[in-house]
Antibody, heavy 121, light 107 residues
Framework: EVQLQQYGAELGKPGTSVKLSCKVSGYNIRSTYMHWVNQRPGKGLEWIGRIDPANGNTIYAEKFKSKATLTADTSSNTAYMQLSQLKSDDTAIYFC??????????????WGQGVMVTVSS | DIQMTQSPASLSASLEEIVTITCQAS??????LAWYQQKPGKSPQLLIH???SLADGIPSRFSGSRSGTQYSLKISRLQVEDTGIYYCLQRYSNPWTFGGGTKLELK
């Protein structure tokens, strides 16, 4: 069974950074892309970017290019997203999600449970 | 960036009713469109991929269609468990972009 485990909630002060993790079981992350999506309170879904864990290549939505840094550790089958220079506007739930391929391509087929990041002094 | 304009923003329908949600893409995205359902406090779930293909385990009352750059999600007979928020997603080009969402409630 494929599972994405995101841990805990995060509280960060303005101007600081947080690093979120997403550990995958049941699927080799080298075989897929790891995406990150956020959802501000009461708002819709927003695609932040994705990483190809096999080679570290990343693509970001323009507004997140200086905000988010995506990395992956294939030895532990875990992906990470660091959010820097936190502002109150970064308060949101952050999801990780992977595409799944079994001959058919399923985009964002498996999701983590999400992590609430709250930015407050 | 490709804009996905989703409508309606909210919808109230009765049990067994037919429900249709649409997404208009700002440019041609072919069949690179997916639909997701999100229930309160939960992660989104893939319903439809490639504009018209049902994801594994999704009831057959859900279907997707395409007409040019307009995409539709249809629920043929609304059930209680279908309430939630629905999103379309284009993955034709980076950045991937979601529609604004449609909140579906029971009347």
């Amino acid at each position: 069974e494929v599972q994405l485990q995101q841990y805990g909630a995060e509280l960060g002060k303005p101007g600081t950074s947080v690093k979120l993790s997403c550990k995958v079981s049941g699927y080799n992350i080298r075989s897929t892309y790891m995406h990150w999506v956020n959802q501000r309170p009461g708002k819709g879904l927003e695609w932040i970017g994705r990483i190809d864990p096999a080679n570290g290549n990343t693509i970001y939505a323009e507004k997140f290019k200086s905000k988010a840094t995506l990395t992956a550790d294939t030895s532990s089958n875990t992906a990470y997203m660091q959010l820097s220079q936190l502002k109150s506007d970064d308060t949101a739930i952050y999801f990780c999600a992977i595409d799944y391929y079994d001959g058919t391509y399923y985009p964002l087929d498996y999701w983590g449970q999400g992590v609430m990041v709250t930015v407050s002094s | 960036d490709i804009q996905m304009t989703q409508s309606p923003a909210s919808l109230s329908a009765s049990l067994e009713e037919i429900v249709t949600i649409t997404c208009q893409a700002s440019q041609d995205i072919g069949n690179w469109l997916a639909w997701y359902q999100q229930k309160p406090g939960k992660s989104p779930q893939l319903l439809i991929h490639s504009a018209t293909s049902l994801a594994d385990g999704i009831p057959s009352r859900f279907s997707g269609s395409r007409s040019g750059t307009q995409y539709s999600l249809k629920i043929s007979r609304l059930q209680v468990e279908d309430t939630g928020i629905y999103y379309c997603l284009q993955r034709y080009s980076n950045p991937w972009t979601f529609g604004g969402g449609t909140k579906l409630e029971l009347k």
